[in-house]
């Protein structure tokens, strides 16, 4: 059983990538597809997040930013997954339990302020690093200039806690550049190391390296939306204009075809 | 926690909610209470209009369960639909009534979504109808700027905010704008992306400067548009299928 945390900037995706990944089922189902990878919802809030995949997104809605409620960490939402994993003809099935935890966006970002010490920013710094926490999914979705900066403050100060916490060689970190579909990105995909952080965020690329032993860490990209159709790789997303400038919603539902949602999971929950 | 309805005088908000509670519905039906109860109460026969909401009862707290269908399946909205007497927006009445002034701000900053039903503006009402009797575009902007600065500083932490301008016979060709903009589990002609960009285009540009002030003041508010008739149920139930989509557990 795998715990995982999915952390990350607010609007990077997180619940967005979750809720695609509830409703993957549904969604091969629909096409008729299969491949090495499988994955259930298990709990009640997992399949409640399937549902609203399919209620908002599928319609052409967005999610609301996830918020701390008065509960602190503990009320925030914690998924349960069973994925299944066949490669290769002759491999035997693998089953894998993940256990996912979606924290918002803005107590991440407060880890680059390292005079803020407040409550719930330190339980969430604890429940991350506890020890029977494998790995962490580190989305990051911007890279304009100046992006690098920031993304590098938070990360240096993230390995300072992972220091603290003696986990430094012993938590896997999947660095992950979302919303691929954005036609600057995609055709980066395939080496995100090299393509999209050696390119866009350099000195975020280079404290992780420098930082963490290679074999826990790697650079993934991936796509929530995808593009319309392999051979139309125009981003399946339109942006409009809304809360904190603007918020991207699902451009054809019938095309949709995520784009590597499992593999930085997978990778991660592996021992 | 809940919705709220909110708007000016005579923008419509009680009939609305009593016509939402008809049972001739389509995906949104309220279960509770009953649509006599609710007549009984915002209805007067004689005069065959809904009552003035009383000013000295600035809050009406009424429990409102509400089903409505998703594609996923039914859902039901658990919620106090707590409409509102005008007058509470007048700052003479928010002082002389501070007390129960301070409970509404609590009641309004505790709600989910907030639906703020509008008037329709002068320039907007068809030709056929008095126009005089509606307040001309430049007065409509500049309450609605008094709306902006409402919810910047005094509920800052809205997530939902649905604008539902109102009265929607005055302005439009009811039956063609719903038969745009309806909802068909599955089968609807727009998506919700499609539906706001519709109505924020159509009917909503003389406020788009203010709209981008409150998206850019407020992080992670969600503004969206409709426009509602008590003479059109599909219109009337687009608001309550959006928020079901997100408030509904």
Redesign the interface.
Known sequence: MGNIVVIGPRLSGKTTYLAALSYLPALRSQKGKDNNFKIQPLNDESRDLA??A???L?????F??T?IAEGGVDSLPYYSFQLQVKKGLFKKIENIQLNVRDYPGEVFEKIADRNLSDEIHQEFIDECLMADVRGCLILFTHWEHGTDKFYYKVMSQFIKLMDEKQRTQNLKLAVVMSKCERGELWPGRIDPETDLFGIHLPRTKTILQDSINPKNLRFYALSTFGVLHKNDPRPNR?D??????S?S?LRE?NSWQPYNLIEPLYWLSKV | MGVIYIGDRAAGKTHLALELANPQSHYVKVIAPDYQYIKSLLYDENLQKTKPTEAFKSVYDQYLNVRVQ???GNKEINSYWLDTAGEIWRKNWQTENNSQWQEFLTKIRESEGILLVLPPYRQLVHDQFNREDFITQQQWCNRFQRWVDFFRYDCPKI??LLLCLNKADLFCNLQQEANILGYIPNR?H?????R??YVYDRYFSPIHPQ??EL??S??????KFFITSIYNRSLLELPWL?L???LSK
Not at chain 1, 240 to 245: E, P, R, T, V
């Open positions: 549902e609203s399919e209620n908002i599928v319609e052409g809605a967005t609301e930013s918020k339109i409009q204009a809304g809360s904190n400038g918020e919603v539902p | 998703l594609p996923t997530r939902h609807s727009f998506n919700w992306q499609q706001n960009q709209i981008r998206n850019k407020i992080s992670g508010l969600s503004v959006y079901g989509s997100f």
